[in-house]
């Protein structure tokens, strides 16, 4: 595999504007979360932005960033459109989708994604989940879950605690490995039922019988959308 890392990253946010440039331990946190990307030594890393404020911000650090367009509506649709400047000849074949707003992820996990890619070739898509121990995140909306089958397929996802009764739950990690070609299968789709029910742009994929495989981690990375978690990245990064 010759993978390529694509954070996606954005100035519009409803709850912390200006979110990927706002300051975490003397540095931008996109700049932050690109740091996490090239420690983890995995692949070339690129920042799909729609600002040249974010731009400026990793060009500043030596980093690679490329502009897209504001508009798009998402941000697998901005890694893409990242995808088509960086390497329009198809030189990486494996595209990790690392989300802007984790500065605080340990880079050994960002490996952890490759692994279900690597052991099962009808798998499309990869992603990441941490087990469920407390009772307040198995009823929190914001924790999505996910349902794995046995053999790692992740056969669901949902805001709402699936599937029912006693055993593990799930808390799904928004980091995601795409095969090239699944990739742009996947934004030439139209967003489906149920992802506009969920408002889970995964389940797109599921139900365009497209196959996500999840491999289980440790720990849940710190993501920032809030001024609370952005004060307490602050605290973890300062120390």
């Known amino acids: 595999m010759n993978p390529l890392i694509l954070i996606p990253a954005r100035m519009a946010s409803t709850r912390l504007p200006n979110k990927p440039i706002a300051d975490i331990a003397g540095l931008p946190m996109?700049?932050?979360?690109?740091?996490?990307?090239?420690?983890?030594?995995?692949?070339?890393?690129?920042?799909?932005c729609d600002s040249p404020q974010i731009q400026q911000a990793i060009e500043a650090e030596g980093g690679e960033a490329v502009l897209?367009?504001?508009d798009l509506p998402s941000g697998s649709d901005r890694?893409?459109?990242?995808?088509?400047q960086v390497d329009a000849s198809g030189e990486h074949d494996i595209i990790v989708n690392l989300q802007?707003?984790?500065?605080?992820l340990d880079p050994a996990v960002i490996a952890s994604v490759l692994k279900p890619?690597?052991?099962?070739?009808?798998?499309?898509?990869?992603?990441l989940a941490a087990e469920i121990y407390t009772q307040e995140e198995r009823e929190n909306p914001a924790v999505v879950k996910l349902v794995?089958?046995?053999?790692?397929?992740?056969?669901?996802?949902?805001?709402?605690?699936i599937p029912a009764n006693e055993g593990k739950h799930y808390h799904h990690i928004g980091i995601y490995a795409y095969r090239r070609e699944a990739l742009e299968k996947f934004v030439s789709l139209s967003p489906s039922p149920?992802?506009?029910?969920?408002?889970?742009?995964?389940?797109?994929?599921l139900e365009a019988g497209m196959i996500i495989s999840a491999e289980v981690v440790d720990t849940v990375p710190?993501?920032?959308?809030?001024p609370e978690q952005l004060e307490m990245a602050r605290k973890i990064l300062s120390s």
């Open 148 to 161: 794995i089958a046995q053999n790692g397929q992740a056969l669901y996802f949902s805001r709402n605690l």
């Open 222 to 226: 710190l993501g920032v959308d809030t």
């Open 100 to 104: 802007g707003d984790m500065p605080t």
């Open 79 to 84: 890694i893409y459109a990242a995808l088509k």
């Open 117 to 127: 890619l690597s052991e099962n070739q009808r798998c499309d898509i990869a992603t």
């Open 194 to 205: 149920l992802e506009q029910r969920e408002k889970l742009e995964q389940l797109r994929a």
């Open 30 to 48: 996109i700049v932050q979360c690109y740091k996490r990307a090239m420690e983890s030594g995995l692949a070339r890393v690129v920042v799909a």
């Open 68 to 70: 897209t367009d504001p």
